[in-house]
């Protein structure tokens, strides 16, 4: 089972500022099955990165993603006010499909 | 506009049964994998299981083999999961989830299953 794990768990930032959250897997995640999304309370999961970089349909180019291997980054330019929320990763490379825990990112 | 609806949710005692569906619309249903995601409140998501567009394949959750089915039902555009021997930790929100490929890209509203 690849596991894969969010770092920092909670980050505390203000509108207009940048954001950058890490995931990282315990082993290669081939063909770069590798997605993020994001959850607001009360809401279902929204995809808005897959295969690494590619954003998904009417995601904003504020939102992109990075990375290879192992080491994976969502990065965000400018928090809007409707971007503070949970945001987990998650690989669809290997069965089990799994998520990580998740970044809280919230107003500071 | 993809749309996925669950439904079936709701109380059982430890031990018994629960079936949810997913009604799909909005896109060509045969053509997707599909998916089951739950997640225990206040928690992280878990992957439940995975059926191919005909049927012919599922996968599960380890946690899950032996006691839930997954299944579809191509005519009706929908999706199943039949859930047996419920235990308390599979209380949780199930949501179904529109496959590309593996990848969970559409989502439905979720349902809540409380095992109590």
């Known amino acids: 089972e690849i596991v894969l794990t969010q770092s920092p768990g909670t980050l505390s930032l203000s509108p207009g500022e940048g954001a950058t959250l890490s995931c990282r897997a315990s082993?290669?995640?081939?063909?770069?099955?590798l997605a993020w999304f994001q959850q607001k309370p009360g809401q279902a999961p929204r995809l808005l990165i897959y295969?690494?970089?590619i954003r998904a349909t009417g995601i904003p180019d504020r939102f992109s993603g990075s990375g290879s291997g192992t080491d994976f980054t969502l990065s965000i330019s400018r928090l809007e006010p409707e971007d503070f929320a949970v945001y987990y990763c998650?690989?669809?490379?290997?069965?089990?499909?799994?998520f990580g825990g998740g970044t809280k990112v919230e107003i500071k | 506009e993809v749309k996925l609806v669950e439904s079936g949710g709701g109380l059982v005692q430890p031990g018994g049964s629960l079936r949810l569906s997913c009604a799909a619309s909005?896109?060509?249903?045969?053509?997707?994998?599909m998916i089951w995601v739950r997640q225990i409140a206040g928690r992280g998501l878990e992957w439940v299981a995975t059926?191919?567009?005909?049927?012919?394949?599922?996968y599960y959750v380890d946690s899950v083999k032996g006691r839930f089915k997954i299944a579809r039902d191509n005519a009706k555009n929908s999706l199943y999961l039949q859930m047996n021997r419920l235990r308390a930790e599979d209380t949780a929100v199930y949501y179904c989830?529109?496959?590309?490929?593996?990848?969970?890209?559409?989502w439905g509203q979720g349902i809540l299953v409380a095992v109590s």
């Open positions: 989830a529109r496959g590309a490929g593996w990848l969970p890209d559409s």
């Open positions: 909005g896109f060509t249903f045969s053509s997707h994998w």
């Open positions: 059926i191919k567009q005909d049927g012919s394949e599922e």
């Open positions: 082993q290669t995640v081939v063909n770069n099955y």
């Open positions: 295969n690494v970089f």
């Open positions: 998650h690989q669809s490379a290997y069965s089990p499909l799994t």
